[in-house]
């Protein structure tokens, strides 16, 4: 496994992607700390904001709930629940407003069968096969020096970067649908709305990076393995 590792390649492609992955969390860990300790004017909570956006876009059926950690929020199409980190939940920051907004995107594009959502939900399966079994695949075929194998490995690695980029256009769109929520309903003022729209570019900018870095591996991997046919 040893050849897997360091090689030109990995400096040339691998490293600046990872720069890169480095850079936008350290981005979206500032902005979102930053505006976290801003707090809006109106008051309100992000579990106040999600649920009036929601009510406001008649959807009756999904449940808003805390959860702990930093930046955990999301939602669950499967059991329809809103989970708002306890900082986004109960806080009256811009952040939490701007963040708790963003998952009612999710659940606005749920239930409006949002294509790339779906899509998107339909590659979860095959991701996890070819992540997991991609790159050994693709090994054995090297060592066995059989190179189907190594292209069936790393086609089936590549559905995880299929699976990034399909997840852009969704993240995106939630986050859209967000601002524009905050602006219909006066959630926010506009500097405010300003703001929180940079802490949603800012979250936006780390799944860029995933899928740099995927490409970049995957870019990787099939130069090095194509070198040693
Ligand atoms: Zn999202």
Redesign the pocket.
Known sequence: MGFLYMDKYYLVLVVPAMILALYAQFKVTSTYKKFSEVRNVRGITGAQAAAQVLSFYGINDVQIRPIGGNLT???NPRTKVLSLSQANYSGTSIAAVGVAC??V??AIQHSTDYYPIKVRSALVPVTKIGSMAGIPLAVLGAVLGFSPLITIGLMLYSLVAIFQFVTLP??FN??NRAIKAIEEMGLLYEDETQSAQKVLSA?ALT?VASLVVSLANLLRLFLRFNNRR
């Open positions: 929020d999301n939602y963003h998952e995107g999710h969704v993240e939630a986050s979250a799944y």
